[in-house]
């Protein structure tokens, strides 16, 4: 995902699967007082998850290509 960053591209890829593997974790576990869950908290959990599988599957195993 940040070929440009050359050496650096493994770690930069690793703190952005940490990242985005808390932002979606915290999103969807997230609940409120009721303990009803926010559908816009749902909706950007899934969609870091989303991204946290690309990188993963993609740049950091290299397991499929997606374009």
């Known amino acids: ?8 591209e493994g770690p930069i890829n690793i703190i952005f699967l940490i990242v985005t593997a808390g932002i979606a974790v915290h999103a969807i576990r997230h609940r409120d007082k009721d ?4 559908a816009v908290r749902l909706l950007f ?7 946290f599988m690309l990188v993963l599957f993609q740049d ?3 397991l499929v290509t997606f374009s």
Not at 1 to 8: I, K, Q, S
Not at 45 to 51: K, L, N, R
Request: aromatic share 22%; charged share 15%; hydrophobic share 55%.
């Open 1 to 8: 995902m940040f070929e440009f960053a050359g050496y650096w």
């Open 45 to 51: 959990g899934c969609i870091a998850a989303v991204f």
């Open 60 to 62: 950091v195993l290299g």
């Open 35 to 38: 303990g009803k869950s926010d």
